[in-house]
């Protein structure tokens, strides 16, 4: 025989051939031809061949990251199409890719700020009020979050003792009876401090709350008194 023919293929199965020829010696003078088969074939290179891998389409969109204020999503592909087999090469580029998404800013609700300090009382006493105030800035709403709930200002009560009140005089009475027909006596008249009276740590009446003058003052006349007396 010849020698092996090359393969047909390279990789997944091919044949190779050889050959010989009846010559040695060549059948003469009504001599037999060889016996056999002139030429055989074989199978060679029988290794599958490489496969090199191939994407697949990608998938749908994943869920964005993020409901607002900027997420991201992704999607995928796989190398099965097919995938690389028997020395093939790899996919060429990435399994995945991203994309922003849901860029809207996200909704601020309002939150309020510490009260401020209470304001002075408008009264002194008998009863006023103060007041206090915040404001929706901590922080404010914005791109359509909810305002801030509740009142921005409380009232309270304050300097509820009652004010002090200071003692005025009531008008005097009448005068009274002198303390002597005649001779020089005294009558009085008084006044009491109830018009109205001091209250809760208002001042006293300021002067005097009885006042004296003489009366009846003529001399008071002179009885004579005559002795009796009879003679002998």
């Not at 020829?21 to 002139?38: F, H, K, M, Q, R």
Request: hydrophobic share 20%; charged share 25%.
């Amino acid at each position: 025989f010849d020698e092996w023919s090359e393969c047909s293929a390279e990789c997944g199965g091919g044949t190779k051939f050889r050959a010989r020829t009846c010559n040695n010696p060549a059948p003469e003078n009504g001599g037999l031809g060889c016996e056999g088969v002139s030429s055989e074939t074989a199978d060679c290179n029988e290794k599958p061949c490489p496969v090199d891998g191939s994407w697949s389409d990608f998938g749908d969109w994943s869920v964005c990251s993020a409901e607002c204020g900027g997420g991201s999503m992704i999607r995928s592909r796989t190398c099965d199409q097919p995938a690389p087999a028997y020395g093939g090469a790899d996919c060429e580029g990435e399994d995945s890719e991203s994309q922003e998404c849901n860029t809207e800013s996200c909704a601020v609700d309002g939150n309020w700020s510490p009260f401020s300090d209470w304001s002075a009382c408008t009264a002194d006493c008998g009863g006023g009020t103060q007041t206090r105030s915040r404001a929706c800035d901590s922080p404010a709403p914005a791109f359509g979050g909810a305002d801030c709930e509740g009142a921005d200002t409380e009232l309270m009560d304050c300097n509820t003792d009652p004010c002090p009140v200071d003692g005025n005089w009531g008008p005097f009475g009448e005068w009274s009876h002198c303390t002597h027909e005649c001779g020089g006596g005294t009558e009085t008249k008084s006044r009491t401090c109830d018009n109205p009276a001091p209250q809760f740590g208002g001042a006293d009446c300021v002067g005097d709350a009885e006042l004296s003058r003489e009366c009846n003052t003529q001399e008071c006349p002179v009885t004579y008194e005559f002795e009796h007396t009879t003679s002998s």
